[in-house]
Nanobody
Framework: VQLQASGGGLAQPGGSLRLSCAAS????????MGWYRQAPGKQRELVAR???????NYADSVKGRFTISRDNAKNTVYLQMNSLKPEDTAVYYC????????????????WGRGTLVTVSS
């Protein structure tokens, strides 16, 4: 499974960015997709996650500002980031949890390469 993320870049405080991540490859099923981030000197943390059924969960720090959505037909997940703050600056990683046709009964985590989001004036 390959994950291709796009949409990172530079935004001013209070601004918006939208991240996209498309999964491709020998996908049998995707149970959940999400976004994690890692700031310099910090551990990777969950930002938002959405299941195939549409259930979502968010980090407390982004609730009310970020919205995760998903297009199951396209195996694509989006993260709309509004009211950005400097502390949102990090490398954002796309994640999917699911199985492939090679092992349909086994679910694993798959990761994209990361896209940098910088919030600065």
């Amino acid at each position: 499974v390959q994950l291709q993320a796009s949409g990172g870049g530079l935004a001013q405080p209070g601004g918006s960015l939208r991240l996209s991540c498309a999964a491709s490859g020998s996908i049998f099923s995707i149970n959940a997709m999400g976004w994690y981030r890692q700031a310099p000197g910090k551990q990777r943390e969950l930002v938002a996650r959405i299941t195939s059924g549409g259930s979502t969960n968010y980090a407390d720090s982004v609730k009310g500002r970020f919205t995760i959505s998903r297009d199951n037909a396209k195996n694509t997940v989006y993260l709309q980031m509004n009211s950005l703050k400097p502390e949102d600056t990090a490398v954002y990683y796309c994640n999917s949890y699911g199985s492939t046709y090679l092992a349909p009964g086994r679910a694993d985590d798959y990761w994209g390469r990361g896209t940098l989001v910088t919030v600065s004036s």
